[in-house]
């Protein structure tokens, strides 16, 4: 396949007149060895951030065996392109339907679970049909609710039991696998190291009351990526801190620990080549939106940053706002989005790090067509993994130590 050196290579032979998507698989390789090598246990990819073939191969070949998969078009889809890939169902509601499969069908053995319903659930899909014999090979993480207070995004009020039904849960789950482990998820785009110590502490109080043997802690996802606005301490903080924590867990000595990265690998992969339609003023109509690709510039007003493509625009940059194409007023970006203020229809602009829940969106994977998709060999416009960051000045985490 060709591949462009950049957005304005592609916007020279192109010329396109719909949304275009471009990849940098160089970023996700860069991105996923970061943390193989770096994070201090087992690495998987948290599939739903961007369930592409694609990035999921080169997740592979950069060394991510594990792939947290939550649903049973993402076991599938995972199972098609990576014969060998280890398979975890970490959504905690299944269907009884989707576990058998996943199980019988897909080699999954490992299941996440909130509930004793749940529990109940996996260990009936599990048994062999044929004698009704009960699955021996189980491994059962039970999720815990952690704090969202760090993070951009919540995750706090959907899934995990509490601390008062966390003991019993993992005596009953304990009862039926030989590997239990303990997960939950701070949260996306948690902004603090310490995020991950208050749900730690959570987690050493439920295995201290429950006293059962515990195999595995998966600390799950919520690693920053880097966008305008939001620029996190570096990546290694967060490891340190969460090695530490650890540690100091009443574990079996031979546990293991997890995480299950999904913005933190595939935001910098993608980028978005967008056309100006109409401009009125200080708000730009483009052809892409709160439907497509920007679903999140739209609805939880995130701020991606922008780069016009025309190389004879002038500075200033001015500050815009965004209309997507279709007729609902809800489709709108307030951004602000930073562009030369001599910017006007027929003008092309790309919008970066959408490669986590962006591009997604666009690709297909839930109805919303299929945009072109194009390789382009520089930059992401903002990088964690470019050694640019390694000290920021304002590192958060030293005071906490
Ligand atoms: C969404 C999700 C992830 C990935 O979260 P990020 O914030 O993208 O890292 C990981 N684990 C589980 C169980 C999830 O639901």
Redesign the pocket.
């Known amino acids: 396949m060709h591949i462009y050196p950049n957005a304005k290579a592609v916007v020279r032979d192109v010329a396109p007149d719909e949304p275009v998507i471009l990849n940098r698989p160089h970023a996700a390789m860069r991105a996923a060895r970061f943390f193989v090598e770096k994070f201090p246990g087992k690495v998987l990819y ?1 599939v ?2 961007n369930p592409s073939p694609e990035l999921i191969t080169v997740l592979w070949e950069a060394g991510v065996t594990h792939y ?1 998969v ?1 649903s049973i078009a993402e076991v599938r889809l995972v199972r098609a392109a990576l014969p060998d890939a280890t398979l975890c169902f ?2 905690p509601i299944k269907t009884r339907k989707a576990i058998a499969e996943a199980y019988h069908k897909h080699g999954c053995k490992t299941f ?1 679970l909130d509930t004793q319903e749940e529990l109940e659930k996996i260990v009936e899909a599990c048994r062999d049909p044929e004698t009704g014999e009960a699955a021996t090979d189980l491994r059962l993480a039970v ?1 815990l609710r952690v704090s969202s207070e760090f993070s951009e ?1 919540s ?1 706090a009020a959907k ?1 995990g039991c509490d601390l008062l039904e966390a003991p019993a849960l993992l005596q009953n789950a304990r009862q039926h696998c030989d590997w239990l482990g303990v ?1 939950f ?1 701070v ?4 902004m603090s190291p310490f995020a991950f110590v208050q749900a730690l502490d959570r987690t050493r109080a439920a295995i201290a009351e429950a006293s059962v043997v515990i195999d595995m802690v998966d600390v ?4 920053p990526s880097i966008y305008p606005g939001m620029e996190p301490p570096p990546l290694e903080d967060y490891f340190q801190i969460i090695h530490q924590h650890y540690y100091a867990l009443p574990i079996a000595y031979n546990a293991e620990l997890w995480c ?5 690998l595939s935001a910098e992969y993608s980028s978005l080549i967008v056309q100006v339609e109409k401009r009125r003023g200080d708000e730009l109509y483009i052809n892409d939106g709160a439907y497509g690709a920007l679903y999140d510039a739209a609805h939880v007003g995130w701020k991606f940053p922008v780069r016009a493509l025309e190389d004879e625009l002038r500075d200033p940059e001015m500050d815009f706002a965004f209309y997507g194409p279709t007729c609902d007023d809800a489709d709108y970006m307030a951004g602000p989005f930073p562009l030369p203020s001599d910017i006007q229809a027929g003008d092309y602009i790309e919008v970066g790090m959408i490669g ?2 962006g591009a997604a969106m666009k690709t297909g994977f839930n109805g919303f067509g299929n945009a072109e998709q194009y390789i382009v060999a520089d930059e992401p416009m903002a990088s964690l993994y470019d050694g640019s960051r390694q000290r920021p000045e304002a590192d958060n985490v030293v005071s906490l130590r």
């Not at 949260?187 to 948690?190: D, I, V």
């Open positions: 948290a739903k951030a947290d939550a970490m959504h996440s999720r995004l995750l899934f997960c998820h949260g996306s785009q948690a799950g996802g919520g690693f299950e990265p999904g913005r933190a986590a829940y």
